[in-house]
């Protein structure tokens, strides 16, 4: 199952505000593949992304020349990688810079040109969608691979045993609650004794 959500972000600033929610959704091991033309924002989007994880994100430019940048800040959730595939000749290049280390290494790893590198890049956690929509204005189309159960009330992953099931937090669980007493949910059959008797 995946989930999309549609963002449209006014300028780069909101562009990184959008990444920075993100990051919460995310955990170590994720990929993020990032497509879009040139100058979409993917670079201000990845800057969001490691702030939204803990880094600062004035240390975050592109990796055009150099293909790869690694930030591990020591108050970070986690450590980020950011591979711009831009420059590659083709998935070979990847040796060069030891893709396969960096996928195992415990980070975040958002890859901007991602089909560059063929059949060597992994199925993406999470799949990132820059177009333009204006000068500055950006249309952002966010696709989460949802593995296990989604929250009843935000569609967020979450794992069975967690404390709050089926849902991913207490603020949700009440979001819910509120439903029922605002009558947005209904029972649409008749209650029987045994509805009662079973809780």
């Given at each position: 199952m995946t989930r999309v959500r549609t963002h449209h972000s006014e300028d780069a600033?909101?562009?990184?505000?959008?990444?920075?929610?993100?990051?919460?959704d995310l955990k170590p091991g994720d990929v993020v593949a990032l497509h879009?033309?040139?100058?979409a924002g993917k670079t201000r989007f990845v800057r969001g992304l490691a702030a939204g994880?803990?880094?600062?994100?004035r240390l975050v430019s592109s990796p055009t020349f150099v293909i790869v940048n690694e930030y591990a800040h020591a108050g970070?959730?986690?450590?980020?990688?950011?591979?711009?595939?831009?420059?590659?000749a083709g998935p070979d290049d990847a040796d060069s810079f030891d893709l396969e280390g960096l996928l195992r290494s415990g980070a975040v790893v958002a890859v901007e040109w991602p089909?560059?590198?063929?059949?060597?890049m992994p199925a993406p956690a999470v799949r990132?969608?820059?177009e333009h929509a204006g000068e500055s204005a950006r249309r952002i189309v966010i696709e989460m691979a949802s593995v296990g159960p989604a929250c009843r009330a935000c569609g967020s992953p979450i794992a069975p045993g967690a404390a709050t099931f089926p849902f991913c937090s207490p603020r949700c669980r009440i979001a819910d609650l509120g439903k029922w007493f605002n009558a947005e949910y209904r029972v649409t059959r008749d209650l029987k004794d045994t509805d009662l008797e079973a809780g």
């Amino acid at each position: 199952m995946t989930r999309v959500r549609t963002h449209h972000s006014e300028d780069a600033e909101a562009t990184e505000a959008i990444a920075r929610s993100l990051a919460a959704d995310l955990k170590p091991g994720d990929v993020v593949a990032l497509h879009g033309d040139l100058g979409a924002g993917k670079t201000r989007f990845v800057r969001g992304l490691a702030a939204g994880l803990g880094h600062p994100e004035r240390l975050v430019s592109s990796p055009t020349f150099v293909i790869v940048n690694e930030y591990a800040h020591a108050g970070a959730r986690c450590p980020v990688v950011h591979i711009d595939a831009y420059r590659l000749a083709g998935p070979d290049d990847a040796d060069s810079f030891d893709l396969e280390g960096l996928l195992r290494s415990g980070a975040v790893v958002a890859v901007e040109w991602p089909e560059r590198l063929g059949d060597r890049m992994p199925a993406p956690a999470v799949r990132v969608t820059i177009e333009h929509a204006g000068e500055s204005a950006r249309r952002i189309v966010i696709e989460m691979a949802s593995v296990g159960p989604a929250c009843r009330a935000c569609g967020s992953p979450i794992a069975p045993g967690a404390a709050t099931f089926p849902f991913c937090s207490p603020r949700c669980r009440i979001a819910d609650l509120g439903k029922w007493f605002n009558a947005e949910y209904r029972v649409t059959r008749d209650l029987k004794d045994t509805d009662l008797e079973a809780g």
